[in-house]
């Protein structure tokens, strides 16, 4: 899939001094450095949805003695 993104120039500026300084294309990089951050901001989505979801009475907490005793795992 290719698309074209727009960066802030000094960010321009910095992928064109290391792809020059390497040999390798600005698309490496901008592909490394979705790859090496997707999860993050996977993981950050979901949480501000899960917590959205919650402050609006969509999902239910469970305490983490609920949890304990549900699976067995009391003392």
């Known amino acids: 899939m290719a698309f074209s ?13 290391l792809s020059q300084l ?3 294309t600005k698309a490496f990089y901008i592909r490394q ?3 090496a951050h997707l999860d993050d901001i996977e993981d950050i ?3 501000e ?6 402050r609006a009475g969509r999902s239910k907490t ?5 949890v304990e005793r549900d699976l067995g795992l009391e003392d």
């Open 22 to 24: 390497t040999g390798r």
């Open 5 to 17: 993104i727009r960066l802030p120039s000094d960010v321009e500026s910095r992928l064109d001094r």
């Open 49 to 54: 949805k899960r917590l959205e979801d919650v």
């Open 45 to 47: 989505y979901l949480a």
């Open 62 to 66: 469970h305490t983490l003695d609920e």
């Open 33 to 35: 450095a979705i790859l």
